[in-house]
């Protein structure tokens, strides 16, 4: 079930960068090892209310140096997640090769913070009220631009918007670009930001309904990106296989589209669970309890709910935990509003150069 504008992949992605932006922290230590702390906040239509959600510590010392960029003096959260994460996946990159970097990033609620004061303003104070210094930080994909510009990135650019397999369709725009040979290697990324107007809305879908229980759905923002390029003899990490594409409308299609999904793979192949606080965790455990474990996910933090950076996310874990004993892994990747899709990815056995005979 490709897209018909995605052919079948003929070569593998190889991760070559990393970069993550967390509630738990800054980093790929944090991703994996640290663990978020809870704030509660109330929605706008509900200041008497509480929810509790992960909030990614913009006072960091991380994002000291951001704070000093005068393109992001007014930019969003997001935008600060997605350069810094960014950064840390372009670690090593050589400056004479950003000209020939690729940019792709997919989120969910884009940029927020100034969208809503800035209409705020007009609706409460009339446009007059409304800075337009503002202004440029509501067009949607204003982080796309800051990211681009901040790490002088000059491939092609691109900003995808949609539920947490909007990243699998970031990564499969990364390997058409590099199969095109538009660029040599492409930096993805997914990001999330969030709210009080965001809690409003998850709260009107009631998507907050668990966060009472211990294992319950948390809302929560930040951000996490991969560089890749086609893979080659002697990478150690690769994506060898992406599908999406698998639409539900409701619970009853949401395990049927996974089931259709997750038989395009391998039975035997172990699967990195991650869906154990979302809504979709019941039928993730229901179509993987055949499956062996692909990794001690369970020992991990949960960082909470954030659409694509979710999803960017658990493709990190799942990268860390490959190994001799799962060198194959199965990612699914449940999106939370119409879509299911699946990463497959491994780590190659090194290559044994022949010994020199005299």
Request: overall charge neutral; hydrophobic content about 40%.
């Amino acid at each position: 079930m490709q897209p018909w504008f995605f052919p079948d992949m003929k070569t593998d992605l190889a991760v070559i960068g990393q970069g993550a932006v967390t509630p738990a922290g800054i980093g790929i230590t944090a991703l994996l090892h640290g663990h978020p702390v809870e704030t509660m906040i109330s929605p706008v239509s509900r200041p008497d209310r509480q929810w509790p959600v992960f909030k990614v510590n913009l006072n960091d010392p991380a994002f000291a140096r951001w704070q000093k960029e005068p393109r992001l003096r007014r930019a969003s959260p997001l935008s600060y997640f997605l350069v810094e994460a960014a950064e840390q996946a372009l670690v090593g990159l050589d400056a004479g090769e950003l000209d020939q970097t690729g940019l792709v990033i997919a989120f969910s609620t884009g940029c927020l913070t100034y969208s809503c004061r800035f209409f705020g303003d007009i609706v409460t104070q009339g446009q007059k009220a409304a800075s337009p210094a503002l202004f440029p930080e509501t067009v949607y994909n204003s982080p796309v631009s800051h990211v681009a510009a901040t790490h002088r990135l000059e491939g092609s650019a691109y900003a995808l918007a949609g539920d947490e397999t909007a990243w699998i369709a970031a990564l499969k725009t990364a390997w058409l670009w590099l199969e095109q040979e538009r660029v040599k290697q492409v930096l993805v990324l997914g990001g999330e930001e969030f709210d009080s107007v965001s809690l409003d809305a998850y709260r009107s879908a009631r998507w907050l309904a668990r966060s009472k229980l211990k294992s319950g759905f948390i809302p929560s923002e930040g951000a996490a990106g991969l560089l890749v390029r086609r893979a080659g003899p002697g990478d150690s990490k690769i994506i060898s296989r992406m599908e999406d594409g698998f639409i539900y409308r409701s619970k009853p299609e949401a395990l049927a589209a996974g089931q259709r999904c997750l038989q395009q793979f391998d039975s035997r192949l172990p699967c990195h669970k991650s869906a154990q606080h979302h809504w979709l965790g019941n039928i993730e455990r229901k179509l993987t309890q055949d499956r062996p474990p692909g990794s001690a996910v369970g020992e991990q933090a949960y960082l909470g709910e954030a659409t694509t950076a979710s999803a960017a996310w658990n493709t990190l874990r799942a990268l860390a935990s490959l190994d001799r004993e799962h060198p194959r892994l199965l990612v699914p990747v449940w999106g939370g509003t119409h879509q299911i899709g699946a990463l497959e990815i491994e780590s190659p056995p090194p290559i044994l150069k022949a010994p020199i005979r005299p």
